[in-house]
């Protein structure tokens, strides 16, 4: 090792001395990248063939850091994934605003007094299209959803790309082995699938069967 | 046997415009004394106060789900008779057999109708 190589190491241990709380990969990389240069000089006089291994190391450190740049993850993270939470923030509050706009509607149809047949007519007739008007979020909704779904696709890309590129399929899979969260924990015990998509529920004459004809007995046979 | 209409029922449900649609369905249905809670906590402490004649619960709530809300029901000497309907948007047949293993007197799938609500309701109190 010579001595510009050590005082390479020195200065970017330096640099990063106060980084001690806080190291990213990217530092990890940086590091292993200065050690893997340092070392070989030395080694290509004893080893060669570690040489052609630490140069090929080398190499693949420095895919990655291209890779991960081309995730850019800041883009996700400043711009995409805050944009689809402002617009499915805004699904959630258009959504709220007309259902409560046709629910009054309802209600003063309700409360309407049909004795007075021409007032009550005037009182429906102008609800009724209170409640037309509101149905009109559908299409902004749909437009905002959209978008959302545009958002996923491109996170999905990136990270689809980024996995097949450092060949991480297989570790991928390895991941539904991974420790069971204290939400995921949650879910679980207090059975919450939440709303199911067409035909994979039961209907409600199922539930109605399940209840009426199951006994006790069936039903601790499935917990045994 | 006839319904007690003015008999107090308890509506629990995180989502506001949920419990408004209840309420106006029991309204339609001539219930008069209608009271709500947002979580399983907010009904338990409600339900020691005051005895109601039928509690309506959602599952998916928190901090507390109607599942425990039920279950916490249920192990109360006090409250253990209380007629206890869940309308949910779980409908895996796991969630039902929970439900009724936990003591569940009748158990809606959302969405539902006024006429289903009604049927329920009807069937908790013929039982």
Sequence with gaps: MSKLDIQQLIDFLEENREKTNEVTLTDVMDLAEVMTGSVGDLIEQ????????????????????????????????????????????????????????IMEAAEAIMAADP?????????VNMQVMEIFQACAFQDITGQ???????????????????????????????DQKAEETEEERRKRELILHGPQHEGEGVS????????????????????? | MALDLQMPILVVDDYKTMIRIIRNLLKQLG??????????????????????????SDWNMEPMTGYELLKQVRQDAALCKTPFIMVTAESKTENVIAAKKAGVNNYIVKPFNAQTLKGKIEAVFAD
């Design chain 1, 46 to 101: 004893a080893q060669p063939a570690v040489t052609r291994e630490l140069a090929e190391i080398g190499a693949e450190i420095a895919q990655m850091k291209a890779e991960i740049s081309n995730l850019r993850v800041a883009d996700m993270r400043e711009n995409h994934i805050p944009e689809a939470g402002r617009e499915l923030d805004a699904i959630v509050s258009s959504t709220e605003e007309a259902t409560h706009t």
């Design chain 1, 115 to 123: 004795e007075d047949s021409e007032a009550y007519a005037d009182t």
């Design chain 1, 144 to 174: 905002r959803i959209s978008k959302v779904v545009s958002t996923l696709n491109t996170i999905d890309e990136r990270v689809s790309s980024f996995v097949e590129r450092l060949r991480l399929e297989h570790e991928s899979h390895s």
């Design chain 1, 204 to 224: 409600q004459d199922e539930i109605d069967a399940l209840l009426g004809d199951v006994q006790q007995d069936d039903i601790d046979k499935l917990f045994a």
């Design chain 2, 31 to 56: 219930f008069t004394d209608i009271d709500d809670a947002a979580d399983g906590t907010e009904a338990y402490e409600k339900m020691k106060q005051r005895r109601y004649g039928l509690v309506i």
